[in-house]
């Protein structure tokens, strides 16, 4: 039902980002990985001049092919052409929001993995210091989890920048 509807949207409205978006996220249901007809749809998302919406679409296809470039299984384009569409949809998507702690993590990671380093430490601080502030309020173990994850990937990353003391402070 989902498909044929953000086709109907898509026909509709060929300049609506969301439909593009709903389409490749149905593919990706469907094939269960992201294949070159689903990479298509998102670049063609990214491509467009509209804004990437206010929601979390953005980080969900970037959370996906993130998680598909990670699928030792998975077959397919080099890693840069992989990760260059979820890179351009959050770039445009923090942009207009923030504040999503999972969606900075994520961008961090692929800034990482493009080999953008001071780009990606960026991002992942702008994540603890969210996660920080979001920890003193409520002191959720979940939230610690995260916190404790963020500064291991951040120790990694400047370990690649060199900058030893800050990657030990991290680690700490």
Not at 17 to 44: F, P
Not at 118 to 129: K, M, P
């Amino acid at each position: 039902l989902a498909h044929p509807s953000f086709t109907q949207a898509q026909t509709l409205d060929p300049d609506h980002t969301l439909a593009w978006i709903g389409r490749a996220l149905t593919a990706t249901a469907k094939a269960r990985e992201v294949d070159a007809r689903t990479r298509a749809l998102l670049e063609h998302a990214v491509s467009m001049t509209a804004d990437v919406p206010m929601a979390d679409p953005a980080v969900y296809v970037a959370f996906h092919v993130h998680a598909a470039l990670n699928n030792s299984i998975s077959v397919g384009a080099p890693t840069t052409d992989r990760l260059l569409p979820a890179f351009f949809v959050l770039g445009r998507y923090f942009q207009r929001c923030s504040a999503d702690v999972c969606g900075l993590h994520v961008f961090g990671l692929i800034c990482d993995h493009l080999g953008k380093l001071e780009q990606g430490s960026e991002y992942i601080n702008r994540a603890i210091t969210l996660l920080e502030a979001a920890y003193e309020e409520k002191e959720d173990p979940i939230i610690e989890r995260q916190f404790v994850i963020a500064h291991t990937n951040i120790a990694r990353i400047r370990l690649g920048l060199q900058d030893y003391e800050g990657s030990l402070a991290s680690f700490e």
